[in-house]
Structures are given as C-alpha cells and as structure tokens.
Antibody, heavy 122, light 109 residues
Framework: EVQLVESGGGLVKPGGSLRLSCAAS????????MKWVRQAPGKGLEWIGR??????????DHAAPLKGRFTISRDDSKNTLYLQMNSLKNEDTAVYYC?????????????WGQGTLVTVSS | QAVVTQEPSLTVSPGGTVTLTCGSS?????????PYWLQQKPGQAPRTLIY???YKHSWTPDRFSGSLLGGKAALTLSGAQPEDDAEYYC?????????FGGGTKLTVL
C-alpha cells in the first residue's frame, strides 16, 4: 500500500526550529517528485516547496516568503522526506502535509500524508 | 510572489452546472502555469481532481472538467451532486514555484 506518514510536529516557541519527517512506504522516494503544503487553522492551502526526483537532479524550489527559513531535503536510504523549519513564527502554526505528485517518468500520483500539526506559541 | 485569485464562494443546484475560475496577478493563465484543481472536504486532506489544465486522475468524476477560459484556468462541474459540496483550490506554477488560490467554497443547494 502506498502511504506517507508525517511526524515531528508539536509545540515550539517563536524563534525555534523543527524538522518534520515524511516516511514513504509502498514506493521509493528516489525518483518521486514531492512537495510540502500547509494549512493554517480555518485557512486555505499554502504551497511550501517541492523536490524533484534524483533523475532530475533532486533540485528544490521553495515559496518566496519562506525561502531561507524552510528547507526541503530527502534521505533516499531512509525513504524519507524532510522539512527543516527555522526561525519559526506564530503564523507558521498549521497542519503540514507532504504529498507525492509525480515521478521522474512523468507518471502522476496524488498521495497525501495525514498531516502533522505544528503550533508556534510562547 | 504572484497572487492567485478564486471566487470565495459559489452555489449550484443539484444537477446544475457551475464554473470556478482561477486568475493570476501576472496576467493571463496559460498552459505553462500547469493549473491544478484540488478538492478538500472538512477534516480531510485535499485530493487532486485536475492537473496540467485538463488532465484527470482515475478517481476524478467525469462531471468535472478543466480548461483555460478568458485568460483564467477554469473548473467546470456539470451535473452537480451533493457530495461535490466542498472547498476547491487551484494551484498555479510559476517557473516551478507553486502558488495556491484562496479557495472557492462550493455549496450544492
């Protein structure tokens, strides 16, 4: 079964850091194109960033407002995607989703994790 | 960063037809923006209905279709069903960087 499981969310103080993990099962991340999306309570979706498959160089793109604070990476040996979040602000409070949306072959997917809640508060 | 605009809310009668649109602050939406349309119901993760303007996933009901219309991306629902009552988000790509619209709350009533 194809599945994504996020972890690492929780309560963090403003200015703090957190690393979210997204463990994949049922498929390999190596050539998967993945993205992170977040949703603040009662609000809409926000695109955080994406990472291409290894065949495309594994390059990343990040949303301009978050660039420099948020970084996407991947550990193929652990089949896990990461989101490193630094200098967290109250407005970063949200449910964070990882999603697999295509492969290097061009095949489309639409697998979402269950989401992990990050709360930034003093 | 570009701003993507959607109607905040729309209402459609059961069996009716409605078109949701998605505009860009940078100008006309074109195929190179690779428009996506996602549906989200309360308490659930989103799911993609349409990608790359017109393409459907295997689970996308036939009554949904995507297009470019008047300089915007459009999602047309023909023959609305009660289960289509949901929030709909469009997503545009700007040279690889994605931006979501604010979402359209579609009520089937």
């Amino acid at each position: 079964e194809v599945q994504l499981v996020e972890s690492g969310g929780g309560l963090v103080k403003p200015g703090g850091s957190l690393r979210l993990s997204c463990a994949a099962s049922g498929f390999t991340l190596t050539n998967a194109w993945m993205k992170w999306v977040r949703q603040a309570p009662g609000k809409g979706l926000e695109w955080i960033g994406r990472i291409k498959g290894k065949a495309e160089g594994g390059t990343t793109d990040h949303a301009a407002p978050l660039k420099g604070r948020f970084t996407i990476s991947r550990d193929d040996s652990k089949n896990t995607l990461y989101l490193q979040m630094n200098s967290l602000k109250n407005e970063d409070t949200a449910v964070y989703y990882c999603t697999h949306y295509r492969d290097s072959s061009g095949l489309r997917a639409d697998t979402w994790g269950q989401g992990t809640l990050v709360t930034v508060s003093s | 960063q570009a701003v993507v605009t959607q109607e905040p809310s729309l209402t459609v009668s059961p069996g009716g037809t409605v078109t949701l649109t998605c505009g860009s602050s940078t100008g006309a939406v074109i195929s190179n923006h690779y428009p996506y349309w996602l549906q989200q119901k309360p308490g659930q993760a989103p799911r993609t209905l349409i990608y790359d303007t017109t393409y459907k996933h295997s689970w996308t009901p036939d009554r949904f279709s995507g297009s470019l219309l008047g300089g915007k991306a459009a999602l047309t629902l023909s023959g609305a069903q009660p289960e289509d009552d949901a929030e709909y988000y469009c997503l545009l790509s700007y040279s690889g960087v994605g931006v979501f619209g604010g979402g359209t709350k579609l009520t089937v009533l």
